[in-house]
């Protein structure tokens, strides 16, 4: 066989098998095996800003951590999903890049929810940001690098990595301009199903609509979990009146309205994705009843969470 053609079937050798290994672009180290592999996964990935738009001066848009400043470094996030059964502790786990020593190490204590998201900025003013990002804002899991360029994300190609307390690479994510898609307009790169599926263009997933990114929630603006789950009290009079403060995850805003039953409740006020305040109805009939809270995206609802005496 001739040299050349020996040289051409090796490289696609070599290609077949990243592509075997690696599909997508997504590596996790051998050393960490399946057993070991915590239930963290990358969903989405900012590395290459969008330019604000100087025709539309009443939105940034590339301003994805709210500050009111588009900045090609600060404004790059990367955010990372329990998909686990039970909370996980990501105490001293690192998120970072390939080639610059920006990086993030989650301090002592960091619980991540079952199905919930966290969300590491490269940098920005979090604080003056009036974002939510689903529930991470509200359950204290927003984060930022800092400095002057963040994780410090290459355009043309870099990579993100997740490694546990030991060092080990747990999750990793490579691109470049090809890969894993082509990105013909600086947008997010965003699993497609979420959590599950490859890396695709933000846009490109159902129900994005014209969202370049989403962190800390799906690509519809949704957070990952929504769940009512108390009521305290969980008792009261069928006379109504009861200011009841209502639990869970996931309320989004504005609350259209709050059901004990078939009957709407009063004074609803949303205190923050995980709980809302409202003043319960009056009932004709003692016992439980079912609670529903209805936002722009949908229904909450919890059975017989509320009892009528």
């Known amino acids: 066989m001739p040299k050349h053609i020996r040289v051409a079937f090796y490289l696609m050798s070599l290609v077949s ?14 050393s960490v095996s399946a057993a070991q592999r915590p239930p963290l996964v990358i969903n989405e990935l900012l590395a290459r800003v969008p330019a604000d738009d100087p025709a539309t001066p009443d939105v940034i848009e ?9 900045d090609a470094n600060l404004d790059e996030f990367v955010e990372l999903v329990n998909t686990g059964m039970e909370p996980f502790d990501i105490s001293g786990y690192e998120v970072d890049d390939s080639n610059s020593p ?12 079952a199905g919930e998201a966290v969300v590491i900025f490269g940098g920005g ?10 529930n991470a804002r509200a359950l204290g899991l927003l984060f930022s690098v800092g400095g002057a360029n963040g994780f410090g994300f290459g355009n043309a190609g870099d990579a ?3 490694r546990n307390p030991q060092g080990q ?7 470049d301009n090809m890969n894993p898609v082509p990105q013909p307009v600086f947008q997010s790169l965003n699993r497609n199903p979420e959590l599950t599926g490859p890396f695709i263009n933000h846009r490109d997933v159902a129900g994005a609509g014209q969202r370049a990114f989403s962190p800390g929630t799906r690509v519809d603006g949704r957070a990952f979990r929504r769940v009512l789950t108390g009521a305290s009290p969980q008792v009261g009079p069928l006379s109504g009146g009861t200011q ?35 003043r319960a109805p009056a009932s004709t009939t003692a016992g439980p009843v079912d ?19």
Not at 169 to 175: C, F, K
Request: hydrophobic fraction near 45%; include cysteine; glycine fraction near 12%.
């Open 125 to 134: 003013d979090l604080v003056m940001s009036r974002l939510e990002f689903g």
């Open 160 to 162: 993100v990595i997740v």
């Open 17 to 30: 098998l990243f592509l075997l290994v690696c599909p997508n672009g997504v590596q996790v180290n051998d």
């Open 291 to 309: 609670v529903k809270v209805i936002d722009r995206f949908g229904e909450i609802v919890a059975q017989g969470l509320y009892t009528y005496q």
């Open 62 to 70: 590339g301003d994805a951590n709210g500050d009111g400043v588009r």
């Open 102 to 113: 920006g990086s993030l190490r989650f301090p002592n204590g960091t619980i991540l929810p």
């Open 169 to 175: 690479e747990v999750a990793r994510l490579d691109y």
């Open 244 to 278: 009841v403060t209502l639990t869970g995850a996931g309320f989004g805003s504005p609350i259209e309205s709050v059901w004990f039953g078939s009957r709407a409740a009063t004074d609803v006020m949303r205190i923050n994705s995980l709980q809302v305040v409202v």
